[in-house]
T-cell receptor, first 114, second 114 residues
Framework: KQEVTQIPAALSVPEGENLVLNCSFT??????LQWFRQDPGKGLTSLLL?????REQTSGRLNASLDKSSGRSTLYIAASQPGDSATYLC?????????????FGEGTQLTVNP | KAGVTQTPRYLIKTRGQQVTLSCSPI?????VSWYQQTPGQGLQFLFE???????NKGNFPGRFSGRQFSNSRSEMNVSTLELGDSALYLC?????????????FGPGTRLLVL
């Protein structure tokens, strides 16, 4: 059974700092890994998707890496801003034939202080 | 393109009642997945529908059911509500491009069971 863990559970940083969020998964047989952002009481917004054959993806100040063999992914946020404050979730999809089912981590709650 | 919409956004029910939640996917998306989010359990997969057929099912009791219509709109039903069913219910739609699949989430329906 796939288990996804995110460390740390919560993180508070001053504005402008670069930071790294971690995600680990127990079964390396994944099809892709997706990072989401969730604002309080809201739905999820997809940030980055990494296919199992890829090593990293970048979008603006965000960079996500994937090391499938070790079961790890990191989300790097450069020059953090107060607007980045949210919960960040990683999710893995098991296989191409497993439908759209995602297994989520518990999330990292990020607070960026002005 | 309009995003994923969910109705109603908020709902208050009492124990023993039943409830029906609705999800309209992004136009052209044929897959709809449902998730339950609670503070204790995080995001848990309920089920997925593709072309009106249930393709995947999570570990939830039979009180939780769903269906999908020919226009890809989906409903989920919870019968005999329990206090523990209080949660944010999220639906996601996705479309396979032949290269990758990204899931898009709706804003959720917050259900409170008293």
């Amino acid at each position: 059974k796939q288990e996804v863990t995110q460390i740390p559970a919560a993180l508070s940083v001053p504005e402008g700092e670069n930071l790294v969020l971690n995600c680990s998964f127990t079964d390396s047989a994944i099809y892709n890994l997706q990072w989401f952002r969730q604002d309080p009481g809201k739905g999820l917004t997809s940030l980055l998707l990494i296919q199992s054959s890829q090593r990293e993806q970048t979008s603006g100040r965000l960079n996500a890496s994937l090391d499938k063999s070790s079961g790890r992914s990191t989300l790097y946020i450069a020059a953090s801003q107060p607007g980045d404050s949210a919960t960040y979730l990683c999710a893995v999809k098991r296989g191409e034939t497993s439908g759209s089912r995602l297994t989520f981590g518990e999330g990292t709650q990020l607070t960026v202080n002005p | 393109k309009a995003g994923v919409t969910q109705t109603p956004r908020y709902l208050i029910k009492t124990r023993g009642q039943q409830v029906t939640l609705s999800c309209s996917p992004i136009s052209g998306h044929r897959s709809v997945s449902w998730y339950q989010q609670t503070p204790g359990q995080g995001l848990q997969f309920l089920f997925e529908y593709f072309s009106e057929t249930q393709r995947n099912k999570g570990n939830f009791p039979g009180r939780f059911s769903g269906r999908q219509f020919s226009n890809s709109r989906s409903e989920m039903n919870v019968s005999t509500l329990e206090l523990g069913d209080s949660a944010l219910y999220l639906c996601a739609s996705s479309s396979w491009t032949g290269v990758q699949e990204t899931q898009y989430f709706g804003p959720g329906t917050r259900l409170l069971v008293l």
